[in-house]
C-alpha cells in the first residue's frame, strides 16, 4: 500500500510539533476564528501581500509576496481558501 506524500504544511506541522509531547501548543489559535488549535490539525496558509489572498503553501503564486505563514483550524482554511478562489474568478 502506498503511503500519502505529505505536504507541505504536514512538513510543517511535524517541525512545530517536535518541542510538544502532549500535541498541544500553548496560544496557538486559528487566525480565523481564534479557536484553538491541536498541531495535529493545524493547515498552513501563505497569505500573499500584494493581493491580501490566502493560499495552500504548494499554490503560492511564483510572483507573490509573501506576508508569511498562518495557523489554521481544517474548517476555517477550507472556507478561508474558498474566498480566495472566489476572489479570483472575481478577477481580483
Do not use: Y
Not at 500573499?48 to 503564486?61: A, I, S, W
Amino acid at each position: 500500500m502506498k503511503t500519502k506524500e505529505k505536504t507541505l504544511s504536514d512538513k510543517m506541522n511535524d517541525e512545530f510539533a517536535k518541542d510538544f509531547e502532549d500535541g498541544t501548543i500553548p496560544e496557538c489559535k486559528c487566525h480565523r476564528c481564534g479557536a484553538e488549535l491541536n498541531n495535529k490539525r493545524i493547515v498552513w496558509l501563505e497569505l500573499d501581500n500584494e493581493t491580501d489572498l490566502f493560499h495552500k503553501l504548494e499554490d503560492f503564486p511564483e510572483d507573490g509576496i509573501s506576508q508569511g505563514c498562518f495557523k489554521f483550524g481544517s474548517a476555517c482554511a477550507t472556507a478561508q481558501l474558498l474566498e480566495t478562489k472566489m476572489e479570483l474568478e472575481d478577477g481580483k
